[in-house]
């Protein structure tokens, strides 16, 4: 297998007197797809949301590529190349396609101190080319994300992802709220992120959806990994015990 | 159909251009032509920028996901702060400058207490509205300042363009909104404001500093009310501190008439100033009509609340014909 892309190593985490995370450690490697299972509250939120850089563990330590890093923001986790799809707030409804797509990375003519006008037409054309990538068909960079259904929403967070060309992808419950068309659909793609040569992580709530789409199965419980088994060596009733 | 509504959707302050039109075409028909004379505009266009900033500022706020009702206060502290500056001997720019620093320090106070104690803006504002007005009225011991004959606020209130027909304060506010605009719909920041004001979770989770978007937008706002007040206590030539009362809501009603959605996201500056010009028309052509004065506010209620209304259900609709087909 190599050495892993990502290492978690004892990761503690506290919300007040809660206590998250108990000592996590996890090493995900290139070019698998990794299903996250758990309960509400096993911490598996908490675990992406620290991998993703909206929360900062109390302690702990993350590798990646064997380098210790600090994931201090959500930029810092793109810049390192991971991001992030969340169930149903990674777009702003009310704006286009082209500006969710470009969400605090805007092409732009100039910039004094990160501030600049965007290049709107670039901005659209690489917008559709990026939707285009991902097998998707919109009308126009400009129609709004409220106008598209929840699988087009996601696709166009997929898309988003793709574009920036992510090392890791971190889905978490991407299929919640689809239709059973979609939902096939993203757990495909999922299924396709190893030809692409992205590392995925998929978290779900749904057994069957991660046999479909992962090599390994890693379930959590009460802040503790408590399972941890490639896809070929375990079943369904085994992870539910295990939960 | 679902052309009309897609233009909709993509362009909110359309329904307020059409509007406006509208009125302007009954007001010209009712008062024979006065209307749209030249003398007419004239003092229209004068009256404009002052409650136009002011529409400004609120509506990139309202966009951005939160609410000043301090601004009528604002409205009001800025210029007597500068009268009473330049009575004691401080020169006009100094002054000026200063304050503008005290409404930007006020929208600084109003943005970091409502997002340290995560409360809403509505009460921090609220209860700005209150802090603002009185300090005016103390700063003034309750008698107006007198603002002296030498300053030079020909800047903003002289006569200019061909046969004086806008005042310098128009210049002003048509640079502030062009400006404003550009920030808005065409800079990397305004695409910010919008996905902070929309989605706040996805634009956080996307790297958008939403904290100091939000700052930045407070503090904005506070000027721009400021700086609209200033002009025309220059333009009345009496600092008053009762000046600007009530101002708020029809601030918050011109951005709403503009399109802007109370819910945050959606709004355009253009919007903004056609909220602010149609609640000029309607006063101004009420009178041209001969139409009791008294009417205007129920006029503009009346306005506010079909215009939510209005594109309440217009989303509505245009979502549930599904647009994208």
């Known amino acids: 297998m190599g050495a892993p892309l990502i290492s978690v190593r004892n990761l503690h985490k506290w919300y007040s007197s809660v206590h998250a995370l108990k000592g996590v450690s996890l090493n995900v490697f290139p070019g698998e797809v990794c299903g996250l299972v758990g309960d509400n509250g096993a911490g598996k939120s908490t675990l992406i949301k620290i991998l993703s850089g909206v929360h900062q563990p109390d302690r702990g330590e993350i590798r990646i590529s064997d380098r210790p890093v600090k994931i201090t923001s959500p930029k810092a986790a793109m810049k390192l190349g991971i991001e992030t799809i969340y169930q149903d707030n990674s777009v702003v409804p ?79 419950e991407p299929t919640n709220h689809l239709s059973v068309k979609e939902t096939t659909k993203v757990l495909a793609f999922v299924r396709s992120l190893p030809a692409q040569r992205v590392t995925g992580i998929l978290i779900s709530h749904n057994l069957h959806h991660v046999f479909e789409s992962c090599d390994r199965i890693v379930a959590m419980a009460r802040g503790e990994i408590v399972f941890d088994k490639p896809i070929g060596e375990t079943n369904v009733d085994e992870v539910s015990e295990a939960l | 159909m679902r052309k009309l509504f897609r233009i909709y959707l993509e362009k909110p302050e359309l329904a307020g251009i059409a509007l406006l039109v509208l009125l302007t075409v009954i007001f010209e028909l009712r008062s024979d032509g006065i209307f749209l004379s030249a003398e007419n505009l004239r003092g229209m266009l004068g009256l404009l920028p002052e409650v136009g900033l002011v529409s400004i500022g609120v509506t990139v706020l309202m966009i951005c996901g939160e609410f000043d009702l301090s601004v009528g206060s604002m409205f009001a ?36 207490i409502t997002l340290t104690f995560n409360i809403p803006s509505f009460i921090t504002t609220l209860g700005m509205l209150f802090i603002v007005r ?14 002296s004959g030498d300053l030079p606020i020909g800047i903003f209130t002289q006569y200019v363009g ?89 601030a918050v009603a011109a951005a709403v008439i503009g399109g802007t959605a109370l819910t945050g996201g959606v709004g355009t500056v253009l919007g903004a100033v056609v909220g602010a010009l149609l609640i000029r028309v309607i006063d101004n052509g009420l009178v041209l009509s001969q139409v009791d004065a008294n009417w205007f506010k129920c006029a503009v209620g009346g306005l506010t609340i079909f215009a939510v209304v209005a594109n309440s259900w217009l989303r509505w609709t245009a979502r549930r014909i599904k647009v994208e087909g």
């Open chain 1, 94 to 172: 009310t704006m286009s396609i082209a500006r969710n797509m470009f969400l605090g990375r805007e092409p732009l003519h100039f910039a004094i101190a990160g501030l600049g006008l965007i290049d709107h037409q670039r901005m659209r054309d690489e917008a559709m080319q990026a939707i285009a990538d991902v097998d998707l068909r919109v009308r126009s960079p400009d129609a709004l994300l409220s106008e598209l259904s929840g699988g087009q929403r996601q696709g166009v967070a997929i898309a988003r992802a793709m574009h920036f060309k992510s090392r890791v992808l971190i889905l978490d």
């Open chain 2, 77 to 112: 502290l800025m210029p007597v702060s500068v009268a009473l500056m330049t009575d004691r001997g401080i020169p006009f720019i100094p002054a000026m400058l200063l304050g503008l620093t005290i409404a930007a320090a006020v929208g600084l106070v109003n943005g970091f």
């Open chain 2, 134 to 147: 009185s300090l005016t009225v103390v700063v003034t011991g309750g008698f107006p300042p007198l603002l």
């Open chain 2, 162 to 250: 061909p046969g004086g027909m806008i005042r310098a304060s128009f210049i002003w506010f048509v640079v502030v909104a062009v400006v404003a605009g550009a920030m808005l719909g065409g800079s990397n920041f305004g695409n910010w404001i919008r996905a902070t004001g929309g989605l706040l979770d996805a634009a956080a989770a996307m790297g958008v500093p939403v904290w100091r978007v939000k700052m930045t937008c407070f503090v904005m706002c506070s000027v721009l009310a400021g700086f609209g007040g200033t002009i025309q206590v220059f333009r009345l030539g009496a600092p008053l501190p009762s000046i600007g009362d009530g101002l708020e809501l029809q």
